[in-house]
């Protein structure tokens, strides 16, 4: 089977975004060093976007709101000073941050856009997302933008069929198992895992063993080959 | 020309959004009440609002934080007792409000919905926009869902000829003339303008005057037998 449509998640795949997220979360941390230890804070914070995600959903902004629903509760309702001040700055930051495209990108997309339709695939707010892709510089490569309040096999295949012929000839390429991977393959798209260092909780997942459609690739560099020996 | 697209706004178009703004926006008053007067916070708010809008985009999740960022500045950041927790409640009271159609919108759908191909085209936080078209039981009604960062005459261009034989071929309906009307109007489709009993001020805007492609209707039970006189 020909792939002619290759999906490509951007958080963490194209460019920096957990990182962006753990050093937000690092200067809560030291905003609330009087409060709470480290470990709980962390526990706490975790409980209350997971308790969240459903209303929230992903990005910034429902991130934002979970860092001061964590300090109002860990402070007994009475954060002291401008503690909330300036959550509401960091989490003003965290979107207004310049986006800085991993090693290898450009060029690996640039390569992929000469024979295959480029799908971007991703969760998040959409003004963000949309704003990210603008400041990339890497919109012009991709045929088309698909932003999803969520990732399932029913979605990659709606996708694949919309911006290709199927599927079965597409390939998805991520670096979240639990989002990009394992839904891809199961409406039975090729799918190419590029681990970034740092993984939110959230998107961990068991890789497949031994799938026929999957492959583990240490750099974004590696994909077009890859995708091109599928034939 | 034959219509074969009917695009429409949600938002106080099919459902009730701008009131449950409002109420609560009553409710923040309220908790405000010592500290500034009804018409200072207004004011105060709608600078933050203005301010964040490129940033926060529209939707619950952004208002919820203009509204803690209002409270801070006028607490002189030090908001008393609960207030951030009962702002942080009212935000997500509305994200899970149930959502309430508009009378005539089942009716009205459901008799374009068996002539036109109908395309909801709206605003907002996606995953809200989501669970509240899932919410209202119109899902099925609609061939294609757009849910968008900003409307403007090129992105109807783009959703009609997506979705159908282009905007000459189109109507939209919202109760947004700066949103709505005037840029699918611009982008060459028909447009039908049912106002709703509050506008936020941001989508204020001019009608147009004697414009051959422009109706202003009462209601949405007025709108299959309009789309149907245009052949």
Known sequence: MRITTVGLDADDTLWHNETIFRL?????????????????????????????????????????????????ELTGGDPPGRMIADILAAGREMLAHPVETLPGVDQALADLSTRYRLVLITKGDLLHQEQKLAASGLGDLFAAVEILSEKDASTYARIFERHGTGASAAAMCGNSMRSDIL?????????AHIPYHVTWAHEVAEAPSDHPRFIELAAIAQLPAWVRSLG
Not at 41 to 65: I, M
Not at 183 to 191: D, I, N, R, S, V
């Open 24 to 72: 937000t979360q690092d200067r809560f941390r030291d905003l609330l060093a009087d409060v709470a230890e480290p470990a709980v804070l962390d526990a706490r914070l975790a409980a209350v976007e997971q308790r969240n995600l459903a209303l929230y959903g992903y990005g910034v902004k429902g991130f934002t709101l979970s860092l001061i629903e964590t300090a109002m």
């Open 183 to 191: 839904p891809a393959l199961e409406a039975g798209a090729y799918a």
